[in-house]
């Protein structure tokens, strides 16, 4: 993500080739290779028909889940004319709750905001830190779709500490971070009029998430869905990968833009990582032979740790990670505690390049209750979850 790029400026980038950016067209094509991989070729033979089960797995698992609840947040925030930064500014009592919870809410633009306006001097860095230490990041949107029961705990228990870690910070901490008094957070580049292929996109989206729906409530999928569920699942992944490669968003979309476009580009960045995971996961488990569960059994006292250090990456990547080994059972519960507490998520690039003190700060002062919580889990409650 990069702050320079303004929803006034245009988009002439110098990595785009045509309508690809160059970056990110290697990982789409390589992707595509893998779908379409042969099934004669040996020991690799169903390396195909594996990479298009897990991209249909991914679509209806999570992305039109994700798609879902950003059409949904945006929808409201379109409607209703919230200004998120303006509700901070004038609730002084209730600024470490309110970023809490901006930072509990699935992805990073609520903590984002925070981070934004206490550089305006608008929020007390004990916010920032309630926001950054509350926040789980996209990794949210996996855990909501595939575990809702371990969501309906990691989330509000993150919120939690948000705000008792936030609050603990105000008294402690006596320094000054801001930095840039002018930051905005508009770091997108403006895109305007919805798309076509946004409205392709949100169109899948509604078969994906019944046929999501119907794999959550353990509906037998083959006699309801037949070869409907990979034509649904392989064309939301098409036209996501389409979208990926051919936008100049970073991330996170312009306040600005509709509901459509802004759900449609999200959702299409987080899958890549959602994929990502899923395929690195299953390919070890497929193709490597080894049995990863008594590999990690081997190290379980450093897990809760490795979570928490996980989770001071910046980005979603590693973060989505995380939370699939848990989902697969690599992981106990506290591992996942702990990197939730401690990841930031996408929303660690944006809070650096607005004011890098209070970013790298607030990271660390959210460490301790991660490290906390990660080893309470583990000693106190190892089975739980």
């Keep these: 993500m990069h702050p320079t790029r303004t929803a006034n400026k245009p988009s002439n980038l110098p990595d785009r080739i ?24 040996g020991y690799l033979g169903d390396l195909g028909a594996l990479t298009r089960g897990l991209m249909t797995d991914a679509y209806v698992q999570v992305s ?7 059409l949904i947040f945006y929808g409201v925030e379109r409607i209703f004319n919230f200004e998120l930064g303006a509700a901070l500014r004038n609730s002084k009592h209730f600024q470490i709750p309110l970023s809490a919870l901006l930072g509990a809410t699935p992805g990073c633009g609520g903590a984002v905001v925070v981070v934004a306006a206490y550089t305006a001097g608008n929020v007390s860095f004990g916010a920032v830190v309630a926001a950054l230490t509350a926040t789980m990041g996209d990794a949210a949107f996996l855990l909501i779709a595939v575990r809702p029961d371990a969501a309906m705990v990691i989330l509000p228990l993150s919120f939690a500490v948000g705000i008792a870690t936030g609050f603990i910070v105000n008294v402690v901490n006596k320094v000054d971070y801001r930095g840039n008094t002018n930051a905005s957070c508009e770091f997108a580049p403006l895109i305007g009029r919805i798309r076509p292929k946004d409205y392709a996109y949100v169109a899948v989206v509604v078969p994906g998430l019944i046929i999501g729906i119907s794999q959550l409530m353990q509906y037998d999928l083959v006699a309801t869905w037949g070869m ?21 968003v970073q991330a996170m979309t312009n306040v600005n833009d509709a509901p459509f476009t802004r759900a449609a580009e999200e959702t299409s960045f987080i899958a890549i990582w959602v994929i990502g995971a899923y395929l690195a996961y299953d390919y070890i488990v497929a193709f490597s032979g080894f049995d990863l569960k008594t590999l990690f059994s081997s190290i379980a006292p450093l897990l809760p740790i490795m979570g928490v250090v996980i989770g001071l990456i910046p980005g979603c990547g590693p973060q989505v990670l995380v939370s699939t080994m848990y989902i697969n059972g690599l992981i106990p519960f506290s591992a996942l505690m702990g990197n939730a507490i401690s990841n930031d998520g996408d929303a660690l690039f944006p809070a650096i390049a607005l004011n890098p003190k209070a970013a790298i700060m607030a990271t660390l002062y959210s460490t301790v209750p991660a490290v906390i919580l990660a080893y309470g889990f583990y000693f106190f409650a190892p089975d739980f979850m």
């Design 18 to 41: 045509g309508p690809f950016r160059t970056k990110r067209l290697p990982i789409v094509l390589i992707l595509m290779v893998l779908a379409l991989f042969p099934s004669n070729l």
């Design 64 to 70: 039109a889940f994700v798609a879902t609840t950003l």
């Design 228 to 248: 409907w569920m990979p034509i649904v699942g392989l064309s939301g992944t098409a036209i996501g990968l389409l979208m990926w490669s051919t936008s100049t």
